[in-house]
């Protein structure tokens, strides 16, 4: 009774077994990166092509969950490097499961016809397209950085891929071949000093880390990063005297999309939520830090992966850059929203070469006080409203300041009531500090000044042109946005005609000259 007892329960627990549900085999994916900075003599040589190649490897490795082992990276190598390669990739996805990947690179020099993988003899397009597509992997991906890559597609539109539907759970995995190009046939490819990469590679592994996730799944698919690469791509390169598009050729079937990077996969990394809508920088340490993303946000929750460190983060306004210091830990989301930031007004920006704009304008209301110019006066007070060309080294302006009208009776006589009218142009040299500005400039202005009498006698009203020359010192103060105040004041000297007046009557006229000062201060609105 007991050992049928126990051959029952072998028998039960082998059919519970059997009636489990096979796991399904995990899908192999093997990735080929290739840079060369060189080409054929006579071409100038990259800088970022080999940086751009280890960066895309690196991405899939921290994010598309694949292993150091099935990721090989060339780096400087010959068409003969590359080809052993792709077929020894090839060769080890023979036993790999249904659902295998392998994904070639390229980045460096490239004609209409074929790569050119340093002095050596180019590997033609219709040769690298017969080696991937000739993999027994079910989805092949080649992507292609390079000068007139567009050759490689055979595509002449220009127009984004039209994005896949969304991948269903049970859906089959794809199976074909995808070919990505950095531009159509015939375009250049380029390179940005600024990014230190090219402007494809950049988007798209920018897209990879995170902001190419467009339905906000945590899964960046293929033709969400192609989509993304081939917009901002097209968008950097408007900057530059040809514009630059991006092509694709896919033969893929399944309902199923690529997925090529998982946001929740990183090794190492932490994550990094954007927040508002917008166009990001992300540098390394500080100012002056490489760029490590440039990400244009075009809905709120965009999130980026990103290695564990320091990062200045710049969301670009229309008037001002906001800035945040963050640090990326892993296993610690990191969130720009309720972090301490600041704002930095274009003015400051071009100041120190940060700004897309060539020129920022200002209009400046100040009310202050000045020194006497003529005898007796005594300080009086004034309001400038002016107008400022903020420019890279200088800032150049032009005022109309008005002398609030004074009295006075300095010998008990007659009362003598002054006022004044003066238009000026300015030059000033602005240093930026964190959170004010200082400058010093010079100041150059025509003026009117009237006096009128009251006495006993006759005594007309005199009216005199005044020329003032004078040194100014200013601070301004960042609100935030477009606003600051600023505080200014410096020596003033004036040369203008006065009357001479012998015995109470007035005899002739002689050139004068008064050194006096000023003090102002007031708001400064930016546009």
Avoid at 71 to 81: N, P, Q, S, W
Avoid at 176 to 183: D, E, K, R
Avoid at 252 to 257: D, I, N, Q, S
Avoid at 476 to 483: E, V, W, Y
Wanted: with cysteine; glycine share 14%; net charge neutral.
């Amino acid at each position: 009774m007991t050992v049928k007892r126990a051959l029952a329960g072998v028998l039960l627990v082998l059919l519970a077994v059997l009636a489990l549900p096979r796991a399904a085999s995990a899908r192999e994916t093997r990735v080929v990166a290739i840079g060369n900075n060189l080409g054929r003599p006579g071409e100038i040589a990259l800088r970022y092509a080999e940086d751009d190649a280890v960066a895309f490897a690196t991405v899939l490795q921290q994010l598309g969950d694949v292993g150091g082992d099935r990721v090989t990276t060339l780096l400087g190598r010959d068409a003969a490097a590359a080809r052993a390669a792709i077929l020894d990739a090839g060769a080890r996805l023979r036993a790999a499961g249904p659902d295998s990947v392998l994904v070639v690179y390229y980045s460096g020099h490239a004609d209409a016809v074929g790569l050119h993988l340093g002095a050596g003899p180019p590997l033609p397009y219709d040769e690298l397209r017969a080696l991937v597509a000739a993999s027994p992997a079910a989805m092949r991906l080649l992507v292609l950085d390079s000068c007139r890559s567009g050759g490689a597609t055979r595509v002449k539109g220009l127009s984004p891929a039209p994005l896949f539907p969304v991948t269903r759970p049970g859906s089959p995995p794809p199976e074909g071949l995808a070919i990505l190009t950095s531009s159509a046939a015939g375009e250049d490819s380029h390179e940005s000093e600024r990014l230190r990469s090219s402007f494809f590679s950049h988007h798209l592994v920018t897209g990879l880390r995170g902001a190419a996730d467009a339905d906000r799944d945590g899964a960046v698919t293929l033709s969400e990063a192609y989509d993304y690469a081939y917009h901002e791509t097209l968008r950097a390169s408007g900057q530059t005297t040809q514009l630059q598009h991006p092509t694709y050729a896919f033969d893929v079937k399944g309902r199923a999309e690529l997925v090529l990077t998982r946001l929740d996969a990183g090794r190492g990394g932490g994550r990094l939520a954007l927040g508002a809508p917008g166009t990001y920088l992300v540098m390394e340490g500080g100012e002056g830090g490489a760029v490590v993303a440039e990400v244009v946000a075009a809905e709120r929750g965009a999130t980026l992966v990103l290695p564990a460190r320091r990062y200045l983060v710049q969301r670009r306004g229309e008037d001002a850059y906001r800035e945040w210091e963050v640090d990326v830990r892993p296993g610690a989301p990191a969130a720009l929203e309720g972090r301490p930031s600041r704002t930095i007004a274009y003015a400051r920006l071009l100041r120190k070469g940060g700004g897309e704009r060539a020129a920022s304008h200002a209009v400046i209301a100040l009310g202050g006080g000045r020194g006497a110019i003529v005898d007796g006066q005594g300080v009086s007070g004034q309001v400038v409203l002016g107008y400022a060309l903020e420019l890279p080294w200088l800032s150049l302006g032009i005022r109309a300041r008005l002398g609030l009208p004074t009295t006075a009776s300095p010998d008990g006589v007659a009362t003598i009531t002054q006022s004044e009218v003066g238009v000026a142009l300015t030059a000033t040299r602005f240093v930026d500090l964190d959170g004010v500005s200082l400058g010093v400039g010079v100041l150059v202005e025509a003026g009117w000044l009237s006096q009128s009498f009251a006495t006993a006698g006759e005594a007309p009203d005199r009216t005199a042109f005044l020329a003032g020359f004078g040194a100014t010192v200013a601070a301004q103060i960042d609100l935030g946005a477009a606003f600051a105040i600023q505080l200014e004041g410096g020596p003033m000297t004036y040369v203008y005609e006065r009357a001479v007046v012998v015995a109470g009557a007035v005899t002739g006229t002689e050139t004068a000259t008064a050194l006096t000062g000023f003090l102002a201060g007031g708001l400064v609105a930016r546009f």
